[in-house]
């Protein structure tokens, strides 16, 4: 048995069983049972190179055979054709010896086949017809022997390739059929798809009329027996399906890229393996079958398979005809071989249809023959101004990179566009190649490319990969960028062991250089959030000699970024907002790349301008660090500068747009770093808890802030400060006073134990003063407030002072508190965004209630909503609407808002106390009146407001507005309450 006879074996070590090709077997089965009643059928049938046609011939032979058949199998090969007649005579040969022993047909058709030979001997040379009485004398013996041995089965005719069958030889097969059309006789002959048959006249002859049976790849349901026969391991689904489509399911090409799979002992159960087969049989099939039928177009699919292997769906004509050094004329023309022969789909472009020919083909080329093909497809692209993509496929397939400027631009630009798709392999490769030919610009952006994605693909080879490449840099700025790509791998691992290898690693690496000192720095810099500011900023000084040169010199090693963080610490500490301000700028005059060798030096820099009110300037250099050529940014900075965005749009008042910008900044830092207890990640779910409250979202402002452990017992550190006054504010919403009070008192201890400015934060400078006189620390509120107030005069920024001059007017109150708030509210209205504006026409509102002029009051009150509702700040605008409902009484009047406002004053005062936190005792005490005296007014006091006790102190709360509208007119609580709270 021949090896393509053994293609569709199910079992190698037990006699073959045919696998698949059911509907063709049934298909000539049926015409097998039609033969015995209406005579001669034809069937043709054809199909790619290694389709499985003689397999199929043998089998439908086989069965014939067991079924009583008659089955003769032809082989129409090239070998017959030096012997015309060895068909003829194997024929009537086989016929004489199938007829029972002493049938008179048997002597006859011997007789009349030598009587045939000899007439046939006797032509002339070249004359391929015999005389005719003996050839219908031969035929008529013929038709005799095949009547007696179809009596009760057909006689079957297999013919394989009868497309390369001599004309002498299908002659002699025409007239046999011709002379048995009336018998049970059934003709199946197999034909090559596309290729030009030898002698194609006489084989339209044989086959006129007969049914076409076009075979095509095995299914992927038949593929899976036959490799599990073939291969000594069961395949999996996966690969199966692998070897279907890089095969197209043709037996031939299975049953090689299983040899290759057993040669190589290559893991079956893993289909990527695969891709990298490279079968010289299967070269050898399509180049062999092509060059025979016309020289030189094996060569033709060769540039096919390079051009596609540039990373195309099909391959330009023009760019193949380029390869093959044809004209366009001659390649199609020679490319509709391969149409026709199945190699190639049929379409506008050459497109192979099998993806394991194209490794096959050039996997037959040499190195050289193929390298210098692909870097021709590249530069031929180039010229036409192809895409970059299909540039760059050509580019990365040779080793042997291309010299001159253009290469290194198409491949960075292949690389970007290879990584925003997420394939991460195209854009190393590409960056791989550009490192190789790429020197300025394009090598400080090539080479931090690169090392992402290693590190990206695997963390601990890819840092290795990134401090060898440092050892070997002598380019200042790619040094700082490589040091800035360790640093932001480092910065998310959670092993101690690994980051001290890796940096033990850097220090040897940058030995000399004017950065030896970033494994010091960054070891600092990890603990920022947990030592107190002032002696980072003391350790930071040691580290560079002075904290800030009094000349800007160009780079000057690790200075910048020094001086970022060095800001952001005297931000937090000193009492001089404009020098932490004034360094902040400086380290932002400097090249960015400059602030490169540590991920948080720019995010630190841009934070001190934004905290300090300077939130247009922050946003100009925001997008100025945005564009290229910084378009490579590791996604820990974008992360980190998203939260920089977000202080920016809050102070705007666009809280929905913080919102989004805060949750991609958390998302970001998820997945940056598996831990989450990163500092960064609470001081942005801070943020993001503040924003939401300020939605009126407190739900999710819990989940937020459980989900980054910001609930509960805190771990030690100043990093939580945002966290903590978030915390307050949902407990104050709940009712839950005593418990906001308690979560302030722990962010003033973390303050002082840290060293922090309490009014550092911005979001204390929103809303933390207004917390404090809340939960009754008046003294303390009032203090802090004018803390504020110097605050926002060292900051310069109006939009601080503005905010500033609120807070203080709202704790004071009275005539002088009015005046503060109208001053507060023009300076306000110069700002860009509506929510600190709205915030001081709220409180301004509040306060004309409070004296009596309902009219002003109501004008100011619906400003204030409306702002409020523009910026989403949906507490605001109910509580406003309350003051509004308060101040008109027009209006329509809730029963809990009616019930408010018929609290007598000391009903308030005693109220508030016990929302406060303070026992009926101590606040009998506090006001010298009984005991009883206090219980009577809080009974008062329950039944006008509709609850029962002080269980149901949430429920007031839970209607936003009315603690404002209870506080209003109430007496000050002394100083003393705060303690018993």
Request: proline share 6%; glycine share 8%; charged share 25%.
């Amino acid at each position: 048995m021949s090896e393509r006879d053994t293609l569709m074996c199910e079992d190698t070590q037990a006699p073959p069983k045919f696998t698949g090709r059911r509907d063709e077997l049934r298909q000539l089965d049926r015409a097998r049972h039609d033969s015995m009643t209406n005579g001669l059928r034809r069937l043709v049938v054809t199909g790619e190179a290694g389709i499985g046609r003689t397999a199929l011939l043998r089998e439908f032979a086989a069965a014939a055979h067991g079924s009583g058949c008659l089955a003769l199998e032809l082989r129409c090969r090239e070998q017959h054709r030096c012997e015309p007649w060895a068909l003829t005579d194997w024929v009537v040969r086989t016929l004489i010896d199938r007829l029972p022993e002493g049938d008179a047909r048997g002597p006859a058709l011997r007789e009349a086949h030598e009587v045939f030979l000899v007439h046939r001997a006797a032509r002339p040379a070249g004359d391929d017809t015999a005389s005719k009485g003996p050839r219908i004398a031969l035929f008529a013996a013929v038709r005799e022997a095949v009547a007696r041995l179809t009596g009760t089965a057909p006689l079957v005719l297999t013919v394989d390739d009868a497309d390369q069958g001599d004309p002498t030889s299908l002659v002699f097969l025409r007239h046999l059929v011709k002379a048995c059309s009336q018998l049970p006789v059934v003709l199946v002959a197999a034909t090559r798809r596309g290729e030009p048959p030898y002698a194609p006249a006489e084989l339209a002859e044989l086959l006129r009329d007969a049914r076409r049976l076009t075979l095509e790849g095995l299914s992927e349901q038949e593929t899976a027996p036959l490799l599990r026969a073939l291969l000594p391991v069961s395949p999996n689904p996966a690969t199966v399906a692998t070897a279907h489509r890089l095969t197209v399911g043709n037996p031939f090409m299975l049953l090689q890229l299983a040899r290759w799979i057993r040669h190589t002992g290559t893991d079956a159960t893993h289909p990527a393996d695969l891709e990298a087969a490279v079968l010289p049989a299967v070269a050898e099939l399509v180049t062999g079958r092509l060059d025979r039928i016309a020289p030189g177009t094996g060569e033709l699919a060769k540039a096919v398979a390079v051009a596609v292997a540039g990373g195309d769906a099909g391959a330009d004509p023009l760019l193949v005809a380029h390869l093959g050094g044809l004209a366009l004329g001659d390649t199609l023309t020679a490319s509709d071989l391969l149409v026709r022969m199945r190699f190639a789909a049929d379409d506008n472009t050459l497109r192979l249809r099998h993806p394991i020919v194209r490794n096959a083909l050039i996997g037959g080329m040499t190195l050289m023959a193929r390298n210098a093909a692909h870097l021709a497809a590249a530069t031929y692209l180039h010229e036409r101004h192809a895409p970059v993509e299909r540039i760059a496929g050509h580019l990365i397939a040779s080793p042997v990179p291309l010299a001159g400027s253009w290469p290194t631009a198409v491949l960075l630009r292949a690389a970007r566009s290879a990584k925003d798709a997420g394939d991460d392999a195209t854009a190393a490769r590409c960056l791989e190649h550009a490192v190789q030919v790429a020197s300025g610009d394009e090598l400080r952006e090539a080479v931090p490319a690169l090392a992402d994605i290693r590190v990206r693909a695997d963390r601990v080879r890819g840092l290795d990969a990134a401090v060898a490449t440092l050892a070997t840099t002598a380019d200042p700025v790619t040094r700082d960028r490589l040091l800035g790509r360790i640093g932001c791998a480092l910065y998310g691992s959670e092993s101690t062991e690994d980051e001290d290898r890796v940096l033990e690693s850097v220090g040897a690496a940058v030995v000399g250089t004017d950065v030896a000192g970033w494994p010091a720095l960054h070891r600092l810099l990890s603990q920022l959030f947990d030592c107190p500011p002032v002696l980072t900023v003391h350790a930071l000084d040691e580290l560079v000699g002075r904290p800030l040169p009094d000349q800007p010199r160009g780079t000057e090693g690790l200075r910048a970024t020094v001086t970022a963080v060095g800001a952001l610490c005297l931000h937090l500490t000193g009492d001089d907002p404009e020098e932490a301000v004034r360094r902040a700028r400086w380290a932002l005059d400097r090249d960015i790349d400059e602030l490169s060798p540590h991920p948080l030096a720019l995010v630190h820099a841009l934070s001190v301008l934004a905290e300090n009110g300077h939130h247009d300037e922050a946003a100009t250099r925001l997008r100025r660090h945005e564009g290229p050529p910084h378009a490579w940014g590791h996604p820990l900075h974008r992360a980190l500068l998203l939260s920089v965005e977000a202080r920016i749009a809050l102070a705007g008042g666009a809280l929905e747009t913080a919102r989004q910008q805060l949750d991609d900044c958390l998302a970001g830092l998820v997945r940056h770093g598996p831990g989450l207890g990163k500092p960064v990640r609470v001081i942005a779910a801070g943020l993001l808890a503040h924003v939401l409250i300020s939605q009126g979202d407190n739900s999710r402002a819990r989940t937020v802030l459980r989900r980054h452990r910001c609930m509960g017992d805190l771990p030690p550190g100043w990093c939580y400060r945002d966290a903590l006054l978030a915390r307050a504010r949902l407990r104050a919403a709940d009712g839950d006073l005593p418990g906001s009070a308690a979560d302030l008192a722990e962010l003033r201890d973390r303050n002082e134990t840290a060293g922090v400015r309490t009014t550092s934060s911005a979001a204390w400078r929103m809303y933390g003063v207004g917390l404090l006189h809340q939960t009754g620390v008046v003294e303390e509120a009032r203090r802090l407030a004018w803390q504020q107030l110097r605050f926002a005069d060292s900051t310069g920024s109006p939009r601080e002072r503005g905010r500033a001059l609120r807070v203080l007017g709202s704790a004071l109150g009275g005539s002088k508190g009015e005046g503060l708030l109208r001053e507060s509210a023009r300076l306000l209205e110069t700002q860009p965004g509506e929510m600190d504006l709205a915030y001081a026409l709220g409180d301004l509102g509040r306060l004309l209630t409070r004296r009596n002029r309902p009219d002003e009051a109501v004008v100011t009150l619906t400003e204030a909503v409306r702002l409020a509702g523009r910026c989403g700040a949906q507490p605001l605008v109910d509580g406003g609407r309350q003051q509004l409902a308060a101040a008109d009484e027009r209006a329509p009047q809730s029963l809990a808002l009616r019930g408010v406002l018929a609290l007598t004053a000391r009903e308030r005062q005693i109220l508030i106390d016990a929302m406060r936190g303070l026992t009926n005792e101590r606040i009998a005490t506090l006001l010298r009146i009984t005991r009883r005296t206090v219980e009577l007014h809080l009974s008062s006091a329950y039944r006008k407001l509709g609850i029962s006790g002080r269980r149901d102190f949430p429920e007031v709360f839970r209607n936003p507005g009315l603690w404002a509208l209870l506080t209003d007119g109430a007496p000050i609580v002394r100083q003393g309450a705060s303690s018993a709270a």
